[in-house]
């Protein structure tokens, strides 16, 4: 079992502008941990970095408590798994399998060995002679991932490995992986840029912005507590709904409601100050689903979406002034796609409510919000705002 530690690791390609910024983590022994966010934002420098095939411009890596920092890659002994298979195509798919055993001088008998069992165990078991033409991507993806875990390395090191297929293998794949990954137990990291990659695949995340780390928790930390506006509209699809508010003695004026809001549960600011909220768009319930002490909106839908299970109801509401900016500024909104706006480019919220609840484009309909449901940030820098306050 092995750990992986990064003590304040700096990357400058160019020696000007930082791809990876004084980055710290501990990745425990057997961990399955996910580094991801948006392009750009050094995730793969990252992975490179802990595989040996970059060196920090400062900071160490350390595997296992010992500081690896100047060995070479296959001192290091981790696997990369790459998004393009890097699979041989005139080896079979046994050699491609047994392909690092033989490098690395393994006896033929225990390599063969190998390849057997790992074939089995990721289902490769009837096509060890066939050759890379004659296998779909799911396949091909299997026998990248068989390779490396024949080697039995110290540790997985995966980039996007996943995102050449198409989504519904994508999915079956992310199972497998998990299955996988709880048979063998050896530490992984997982890079990507898909937010749910990172929900549904690792033990931990960490979040990361222009080669900073943002926030690393368990998935459902992220989703719940983002620490600040950044994670918060990274993390979650559709994204996060944001409206500036500003505070009442009883509670928040938002996006052209007023929210009265039990003194445990109103924003840590003085009365009049503004606030950057954050409401989850499954947050904006039907109000019988939402309870007794939810704040109730009455709003006009001016798209629906039906997703099957759900709909997606958008609904125009006022912005307060100078709202568009300060949200952009919090959220580091260029880093992700607008949303949609209305037919006059007003802004629109999002509700995400069960596909029987009846109501057409045009439709008033009332939602309703938990106070618990709320996110408070702070507008001039999007930090979380903390909650002893509420
Ligand atoms: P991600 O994997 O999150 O998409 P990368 O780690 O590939 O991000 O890149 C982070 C930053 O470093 C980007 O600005 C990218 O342009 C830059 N970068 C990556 N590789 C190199 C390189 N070999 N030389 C110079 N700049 C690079």
Redesign the pocket.
């Known amino acids: 079992m092995t750990s992986i530690g990064l003590d304040h690791v700096v990357m400058r ?2 020696g000007t502008r930082a ?1 990876v910024d004084d980055v710290s983590l501990e990745i425990e022994e057997g961990e399955f941990f996910v580094l991801v ?1 948006p ?7 990252l992975l490179r970095l802990l595989a040996g095939l970059e060196r920090p411009s400062s900071g160490a890596v350390r595997i296992d408590g010992s500081d690896v920092t100047a060995l070479t890659p296959r001192l290091r002994d981790v696997a990369m798994v790459f998004q393009n298979y890097a699979i041989y195509p005139h080896m079979t798919v046994a050699g491609n399998l047994g392909y690092g055993l033989k490098v690395r001088g393994v006896p033929k008998r225990e390599a063969a060995t190998r390849v057997r069992e790992v074939a089995d165990l990721l289902g490769l078991g009837d096509l060890l002679g066939r050759r890379p033409a004659t296998l779909s991507g799911g396949q091909l993806q299997r026998v990248a991932m068989g390779r490396a875990i024949a080697r039995r390395p110290r540790a997985y090191l995966m980039d996007e490995p996943l995102s050449n297929l198409d989504a519904k293998l994508r999915v079956t794949m992310r199972a497998e992986l998990e299955q996988l990954h709880r048979r063998l137990g050896v530490t992984t990291v997982y ?1 990507t840029h898909d937010q749910v990659e990172a929900m549904t695949l690792g033990s931990r995340a960490a979040v990361l912005r222009a080669g900073v780390l943002q926030q690393v928790a368990a998935p459902q930390e992220l989703y719940a507590r983002p620490a600040n506006a950044f994670v918060a509209a990274f993390i979650g699809s559709p994204p996060m709904n944001f409206a500036l508010g500003t505070v009442r003695p009883d509670g928040l004026d938002l996006a052209g409601f007023g929210l009265r809001l039990p003194a445990a549960r109103r924003p840590p600011a003085g009365v009049g100050e503004r606030v950057l909220v954050g409401i989850r768009p499954e947050e904006l319930r039907e109000p019988r689903a939402a309870g007794a002490a939810a704040c109730a909106l009455r709003v006009t839908c001016a798209v629906r979406q039906n997703l099957g299970a759900d709909r997606l109801l958008f609904f125009a509401a006022p912005a307060a002034p100078g709202e568009a900016a300060a949200i952009a500024r919090a959220t580091f909104a260029e880093d992700r796609p607008a949303g949609p706006a209305g037919a006059g480019g007003e802004r629109l919220l999002c509700a995400r409510v069960p596909a029987d609840m009846p109501v057409e484009s045009g439709d008033t309909v009332d939602l309703a919000v938990r106070p618990e449901a709320l996110h408070y940030f702070d507008p001039a820098d999007g930090a979380r705002l903390p909650d002893g306050a509420r």
């Open positions: 390609y160019d791809a966010g392009s750009g934002c050094g995730k793969s420098t890079v």
